[in-house]
């Protein structure tokens, strides 16, 4: 089992970092030999003080005297003491380095696993994100795998370190007196194999409460600030407290019950064995014997003890903390699933890649898509044509599909049935990213980051790279130009807020226009961009995008017609399947659902 749990941690690691885990482990061992080689060099030490004859007597101690030619008996004992002392230094120093190895190791990899999970999750379609919850990925990234270097990967190395210790301290003190040292091995040891017996099932079963009752806090939270403003208006924060007060309570029980267990044993154990050798004392000193024999041996097994009850604490608290953290090594393997080749710079390499060429026509052939765990199609049957430098326009009311339709345009979704064609080129998982090279995205809700307007508007762009010509460009384009220049006290350089809350509605909106035009894509999809516009501000964008019509693909859904009206096509969905198609006038007069709509 324990081979066994040393080999999982170690299916997380890069093959660099599994051989300095086991050289780590080396090391460890190492450490416990010379803490061992410490403790029993006490004994010569302390019998030769009290009794300096036996420098004489036939033995180690005798050897060591003729061999080195002293030429006292107190330089000898200077000697000694030199070495006793050497090896508790050298064995403290091995210590402190074993332990910052440990802890460099450790936190190391919490950066480099924590790193390789980001890239696993941006990794995924589209789609796995649309059945997950942000608060999930984020409590995984930042805090299970925290959880994971912290109460299970250094909990193990210090398994594996105080095992080696006690071994060693063990083995050596076998030699010395074997009868005192096994029995009282047996009894300590025992009695915590019992306590751990006793516990691990109920430490396993509220280790995978804990990953829950985590999940829990996370969305309690994100829901929280993610509607901060409706939570504000509405008074609701007495609803969303005690929606994260009952699993945060939870959680902290938990945790609390898991250091109860781990700690538990501790000063009992050491009281006990303090209380042996206190109670062997005053025992011997009962009987009239000679405590002067028995008085090195008292002290090295009370150094011993100094050394091994730590140790065996430290083993058994690991194995406590590990039970109760499995379920955490659990969700950790699940989620890096097939990702223990990324390194994070996976999103860097496919940016980098050319765009798809796009010189005629873009089109949806017999295209259907539903969402998983949904019975009815979202898009059935359909063949969309987007000719190059054409405006297309696509109209439907709501739950007609328009936004799933624009999710497989941009490649964010892949179609159960049917293709996409660019040209004479089938986009596929070979390509795809070249195709969306080509497009610019406006979406009805803009997310800003909580940086400036710049990085916003030149979105995921390293700051040494960004091209300030560009950003005004875009934000001239924009209409928001005047408003950053002239109003926002530092430009360009004015920060946002998280989520642009230092912005009106129609401000996000228009820097997200910027955004997508920031890279002057082939292709601008704009889906129900003007919705938080002002009627002025949403007819001099519509201007603009005159001026960008003949230069750019258009593809725009809306609610509002009037940014559709010069559209040169115009699809109508209704229910996920084309109802009619059209330029405006012709859609006016011959379909009555278009009309009805338009009037509204």
């Known amino acids: 089992m324990f081979l066994n749990k040393v080999r999982e941690i170690t299916s997380l690691l890069t093959p660099r970092e599994a051989r300095l885990f086991y050289a780590l482990l080396v090391a460890s061992i190492l450490t416990g030999l010379l803490q061992a080689m410490s ?18 007597e036939p033995g180690l101690i005798n050897t060591l005297y003729g061999t080195f030619e002293f030429s006292s008996d107190v330089s000898f004992l200077i000697f000694l003491g030199v070495v006793v002392l050497a090896l508790i230094l050298i064995s403290g120093i091995a210590s402190s380095i074993t332990t910052w190895l440990q802890y460099r190791f450790v936190w190391g990899n919490n950066y480099t696993i924590s790193r390789r999970l980001l890239a696993n999750y941006l990794n995924q379609p ?15 990234i930042l805090d299970e795998v925290n959880a994971f270097s912290q109460q299970y990967m250094l909990r193990y190395v210090d398994l594996i370190t105080g095992i080696a210790i006690t071994v060693s301290v063990v083995g050596m003190m076998v030699v010395v007196e074997p009868t005192v040292t096994l029995v009282g091995m047996v009894i300590i040891g025992g009695a915590y194999g019992l306590i751990f017996t006793a516990f691990r099932n109920m430490l396993k079963k509220i280790g995978s409460e804990r990953l829950t009752t985590n999940r829990l806090r996370f969305t309690a939270v994100s829901e929280a600030f993610g509607g901060i403003k409706d939570v504000k208006l509405l008074g609701n924060e007495e609803y969303f407290l005690d929606g994260y007060s009952q699993p945060a309570e939870k959680y902290a029980s938990l945790i609390a019950k898991s250091g109860l267990v781990s700690t538990m044993p501790k000063y009992l154990f050491e ?17 009239g014997e000679d405590i002067s024999g028995t008085i090195p041996l008292i002290a090295v097994f009370a150094f ?6 730590p140790q065996l604490q430290t083993v058994y608290s690991a ?16 989620e890096l699933d097939g990702a223990l080749g990324l390194d994070g710079d996976m999103a860097l390499d496919l940016k980098e890649m050319d765009s798809l060429p796009f010189e005629n026509v873009a089109e949806l052939r017999k295209v259907s898509y539903w969402h998983p765990n949904v019975e009815r199609e979202t898009l059935l049957d359909l063949n969309i044509s987007i000719p190059r430098r054409q405006s297309i326009g696509i109209v439907g009311a709501t739950g007609a599909g328009k936004t799933t339709l624009v999710d497989v345009i941009l490649g964010l979704l892949v179609p159960q049935e049917g293709e ?6 089938l986009v596929d998982d070979n390509n795809r990213r070249m195709w969306q090279n080509n497009l610019g995205y406006v979406p009805q809700f803009i997310y800003l980051s909580d940086c400036s307007v710049t990085r916003n508007i030149a979105f995921g762009i390293p700051d040494e790279h960004i091209d300030m010509d560009r950003v005004r460009k875009a934000a001239r384009i924009a209409r928001i130009d005047e408003f950053v220049e002239n109003e926002l006290p530092d430009g360009y ?19 997200g226009i910027a955004r997508a035009l920031y890279r002057d894509p082939e292709v601008l999809v704009l889906d129900e961009a003007t919705s938080s516009l002002d009627g002025l501000t949403e007819q001099a964008f519509i201007s603009a995008l005159e001026d960008l019509s003949g230069a750019k693909t258009l593809i725009v859904v809306a609610h509002r017609f009037n940014t559709i009206k010069d559209c040169d096509h115009i699809y109508v969905l ?13 859609l006016m007069v011959t379909n009555e659902s278009f009309r009805r709509m338009a009037n509204q």
Not at 319 to 334: G, S, V
Not at 420 to 425: A, E, G, I, K, Q
Request: aromatic content about 10%.
């Open 304 to 309: 011993a003890a100094y050394r091994i009850l």
């Open 271 to 287: 009281t006990v064995a303090f209380g042996c050798m206190v109670a062997l004392t005053l025992f011997i000193l009962s009987k």
């Open 126 to 140: 589209y789609e796995f994100f649309m059945n997950r919850s942000s608060a999930d990925f984020t409590k995984n």
């Open 574 to 586: 209704d229910k996920g399947r084309i109802v009619a198609e059209g330029d405006y006038e012709h």
């Open 493 to 511: 350089e004015t920060l946002v807020g998280e989520r642009g809350i230092r912005l009106s509605g129609g401000q996000r909106q228009r820097v």
């Open 39 to 56: 403790v029993v060099s006490l004994l010569p030490f302390i019998q030769t003080v009290m009794e300096p004859s036996a420098i004489h």
């Open 420 to 425: 996409m064609w660019v040209d004479d080129t």
């Open 319 to 334: 194995l406590t903390q590990t039970k109760f953290y499995d379920a955490t090594l659990e969700n950790i393997k699940n």
